[in-house]
């Protein structure tokens, strides 16, 4: 039977990661993803959950366990943040390379100097061209159904690549929410076994990541590519078939609010994204046109939909919570290249909010939405990249 | 203690590998693949054996192996032998084997991780006293005073002594071993698979292309190096320190011969001064009297860091 829960993120998380029936999890401790780690070794220790839980030395051997664990077989997971996703970095390569299907959970926060412990996108918007699948999520339980949801993409031999599961620190992470987690015997018939597609045999010895000439190299990066693209046609039936079995679907690549009729459509990505319909609403109220639309898998980069948004919006605005440091946020310029092919652009504004924890509210979305539409009325944008709330 | 004619027939290292000619490593690793056998599943890093196993699509191992990232051994080490025991697999013997600079440098740290978490693997450092594979630069295990392309005028550091920084995690066995001295080193790794926990063994291998001597010389080489006392065979089990033969026999200073018999005949040495000699001399005789003193406390039943 659905359990009915009221729990954190992080901890929603750590269900998930046991209801996958997860065999080996290896991870290291930093704020604020603290929590996954913990309830899972809970659930280890009190013979919850049938797994092995290494506790490395550092992020950098948790993602290299997970992919030799992987190798060797078995279905892993870690979750990490910031500084210790950065630590990662050169083994996020070697996982996605190794075409190895681990599921993360990066629970966002803000990359230092100087420190900071509350979020922003800048650490997996960082790790970007990793060959990892990123999700991003809007709420505690779109946390648990995605966790759920990736293992069933990346597993999928169409795909064989790894994913982050990514969910803002505090904003979701520590914050209590009612959600619902599925029964065992239906997250099973939905994810069966993980079935490796290569692995460590002593019976079919073979050496496996060795060095490739340049005759061979560019064949493998093809080959990613390729999944990626595979994962975009899939991502959408499997939000779709989990939907219909548990009740809850996220619009598979991009999540759509008022779009049909909109003049004006806010992008966002995470937690923003909940905000912005409310916004949405509000401006609604006043007869004003306005969507949302989140954009939920970041990898592969859901262009078709973006370019399909814009057809009929007479402008978009993006909001990152993330700065590509002497360009702008990764979300202008994903969506502005999304829009190249059409005849006839909408106007297009950027907006840089919440660094590092900055709060922004429905009302700092409305804020942006209004200056927006002041823009679509003169024809004319103020400044290419607004950065919201500033100081002065 | 197994002989030369019980040595197994098979060969799990094959023909065409691309190691050098004379390459030390080469040579032990396919005593190490004799010794322990086809149900292992080895992990390396980046070192000399990523080019020694041939690219794509060719491999000179007949035994599964997963390339790891260079400082990744004991964690990679980790991640398979806990998906072995989910998978009730418990005749795979799991195998790191690495280079010095992926050991006693950048690796130290997931090695160190691994062993304090007391993972069942056997780690075997290769050492050829340098980062052989780009080309010989110094390493922390480069002894004192030797050319790398690094240290062109002599390195002026020590050698870093791994074997008891792991022996100061009480992992159940250490060991050091030596190209030169084959079933030592093939009786050692038996010994080790027996063993649950972490084994650490670190071994010495001469390299013609680093230490620059003929590469007929290999085996004469890592004689010298122990003969001379430079490098000692010992095994540490369960805390207790025994010297191995011939190691053994060189307590007395004068059955060593000098460490300048040794540097004489390689032309990674070819700068070092009288007074360098000398001070490498010295530094090998104060050690022995350490060495002595292990002897006699595990004589007397005292072992290394108490009861492990």
């Keep these: ?392 | 203690m197994l002989t030369v004619k019980e040595l197994p027939k098979e060969e799990y290292l094959l023909k065409g590998h691309a190691a050098c000619a004379g390459c030390g490593p080469a040579i032990s690793l396919r005593l190490m693949l004799k010794a322990l056998g086809n149900k292992i599943m080895l992990v390396v890093p980046a070192c000399c054996t990523t080019v020694i196993q041939g690219p794509y699509p060719y491999t000179s191992f007949a035994v599964p192996l997963q390339n790891v990232l260079f400082e990744s051994t004991g964690a990679a080490a980790s991640g398979i032998v806990a998906a072995l025991r989910q998978r009730k697999c418990d005749d795979v013997t799991v195998v790191g084997w690495a280079g010095d600079g992926g050991t006693v440098d950048i690796g130290i740290q997931a090695l160190s991780g691994a062993a304090e978490r007391g993972t069942d693997f056997i780690y075997i450092c290769y050492d050829n006293e340098a980062y052989g594979n780009t080309g010989m630069q110094r390493s922390g295990a480069t002894p004192y005073g030797a050319w790398t392309t690094t240290t062109p005028t002599g390195k002026r550091e020590r050698k870093k002594d791994m074997a008891l920084i792991m022996a100061a995690h009480r992992i159940p066995y250490v060991a050091t071993a030596c190209t030169s001295y084959p079933l030592d080193f093939v009786n050692k790794l038996r010994k080790a698979k027996e063993i649950r926990g972490t084994k650490y063994v670190h071994l010495l291998a001469p390299c013609p292309t680093g230490w620059l001597y003929d590469t007929s010389k290999t085996v004469e080489m890592g004689r010298l190096a122990v003969q001379s006392g430079l490098w000692v065979l010992y095994e540490i089990e369960n805390g207790k320190f025994k010297l191995n033969s011939p190691s053994d026999r060189l307590i007395d200073k004068d059955k060593r011969k000098p460490v300048k018999d040794y540097f004489a005949l390689q032309g990674r040495f070819r700068n070092l001064a009288q007074e360098d000699v000398e001070r490498v001399q010295k530094w090998v005789d104060e050690d022995w009297g350490q060495y002595r003193k292990l002897v006699s406390d595990s004589a007397s039943d005292l072992v290394l860091y108490g009861k492990i």
């Design chain 1, 1 to 392: 039977m659905t359990q009915m829960t009221i729990d954190t993120a992080n901890h929603l998380a750590g269900y998930a990661a046991r209801a996958a029936r997860v065999k080996v999890v290896a991870a290291y401790p930093i704020t604020p993803q603290t929590a996954v780690v913990e309830k899972i070794a809970d659930f280890v220790e009190n013979k919850q959950m049938d797994a092995e839980y290494i506790r490395v030395e550092s992020e950098h051997s948790a993602m290299v366990a997970c992919i030799s664990a992987a190798a060797a077989g078995v279905r892993t997971f870690t979750a990490t943040s910031a500084h210790g996703l950065a630590l990662m970095h050169e083994a996020l390569h070697w996982a996605s390379g190794s075409r190895l299907p681990i599921v993360m959970a990066v629970v966002n926060r803000a990359m230092g100097a100087p420190w900071s412990i509350w979020p922003d996108l800048s650490d997996s918007l960082s790790q970007r061209d990793t060959g990892w699948i990123q999700f991003y999520c809007a709420d505690n339980q779109e946390v648990f159904d995605t966790i759920i949801q990736a293992y069933k993409l990346c597993e999928d031999e169409r795909v064989f690549l790894p994913a982050m599961v990514c969910l803002e620190g505090f904003i979701l992470s520590h914050t209590y929410a009612p959600a619902r987690v599925p029964n065992q015997e239906e997250i099973d018939a939905f994810l069966p076994e993980y079935k490796a597609g290569w692995i460590l045999d002593v019976n079919h010895p073979s050496s496996h990541a060795n060095l490739v000439s340049p005759e061979w190299y560019m064949e493998f990066r093809y080959m990613i590519q390729e999944a990626m693209e595979n994962a975009k046609q899939l991502i959408p039936k499997i939000d779709k078939d989990y939907g219909k079995r548990f009740g809850h679907e996220y619009g598979g690549l991009i999540e759509k609010y008022k779009c049909e009729d909109a003049d004006l459509i806010m992008l966002t990505m995470g937690t923003m994204g909940s905000d912005a319909k409310l916004a949405v609403d509000k401006l609604r109220k006043e007869g004003r046109k306005v969507g949302s639309a989140r954009v939920r898998v970041y990898r592969p980069f859901p262009v078709e939909e973006v370019t399909k948004l814009a057809e009929h919006a007479r402008m978009l605005a993006t909001i990152d919570r993330h700065i590509s440091f002497g360009m702008e946020g990764f979300l202008a310029s994903e969506a502005k290249a999304s829009l190249f092919k059409l005849k006839g652009r909408p106007l297009f504004a950027s907006f840089i909010a919440g660094l590092g924890g900055r709060d922004v509210t429905a009302e700092t979305i409305e804020k942006m939405a209004r200056k927006s539409l002041k823009s679509m009325g003169t024809g004319k944008i103020e400044r290419e990249i607004e950065w919201v709330d500033l100081r002065e």
